[in-house]
C-alpha cells in the first residue's frame, strides 16, 4: 500500500511539475535510505544527470511564469510530465519492500502506466485552468499559479517519500480542486460563448 501511495504522490507531483519529484528522488536516493531505486533505475541519482534536470527544472518554472508562454511550455510538457510520472513511479517500486510485497516489482508496468496515468490527468487540468486564469486575470495569476504548482509539486513529492499515507488526503482535496476548477472552466466558456451570441466584446 505505501508502495503505490508513494508513487501515486511522486506522479501527482510530475503532473505539476516534471522536474521536481525527479529531483527529489534522485537527491535523496543519494542522501539518505529512504529512497532505494530497483535495478535500471540509478541513473535518476547520478550527479550529472540531476545537475541536467536542475537546469530544465530553472527553465521550466521561468517559462511557466509567463503569459501566453506558460500555454506553450504546457504544449510540450504534455509528453514530458507523464512520462516523467512513470519514471517517478516505477523507480520508488522499491518501496514494496515496506509492505511486505513483491507484487509490484514482479509487474514494473503497472507502476509506469499508472504514474503515466496519473500525472497526465494532472497535467490535463493545470493546461486547462492555466489560459482561464490568465485571461481571468490579465496575465498577472500566471507566476502566481506557476509558484502555487511548483510549492505543490515539492510538497506533494516530500509527503509521498516521507509521510505516504497523508497523500490520500492530499488527493482528496485535489480532487475537490479539480471538481472547482472544472466548473470554473465551463462557466466561463459558456458565458464566453454568451457574450460572442450577444455581439458583445
Do not use: C
Amino acid at each position: 500500500m505505501f508502495a503505490a501511495l508513494t508513487g501515486l504522490g511522486l506522479s501527482t507531483a510530475a503532473g505539476l511539475n516534471a522536474y521536481i519529484p525527479l529531483l527529489v528522488v534522485g537527491v535523496l536516493a543519494n542522501v539518505t535510505d529512504r529512497v532505494k531505486l530497483p535495478d535500471g533505475y540509478s541513473w535518476l541519482s547520478n550527479w550529472g544527470v540531476l545537475a541536467v534536470i536542475a537546469v530544465l527544472l530553472v527553465a521550466e518554472m521561468v517559462l511557466d511564469k509567463v503569459p501566453a508562454v506558460d500555454s506553450v511550455n504546457d504544449a510540450i510538457q504534455t509528453a514530458v510530465r507523464p512520462a516523467a510520472g512513470g519514471v517517478v513511479f516505477s523507480a520508488t517500486n522499491a518501496a514494496a519492500e515496506l509492505d511486505h510485497s513483491t507484487w509490484m516489482t514482479e509487474h514494473p508496468w503497472v507502476g509506469w502506466v499508472a504514474g503515466i496515468l496519473v500525472a497526465l490527468a494532472v497535467h490535463a487540468l493545470k493546461a486547462t485552468a492555466r489560459p482561464m486564469i490568465n485571461v481571468g486575470t490579465g496575465g498577472v495569476g500566471a507566476p502566481v499559479a506557476s509558484t502555487v504548482e511548483d510549492v505543490g509539486s515539492l510538497g506533494m513529492s516530500l509527503v509521498a517519500v516521507f509521510v505516504p499515507v497523508l497523500v490520500v488526503v492530499v488527493l482528496l482535496l485535489m480532487a475537490v480542486l479539480a471538481w472547482w476548477t472544472i466548473r470554473k472552466v465551463r462557466r466561463y466558456r459558456a458565458a464566453r460563448r454568451a457574450r460572442r451570441a450577444s455581439g458583445s466584446p
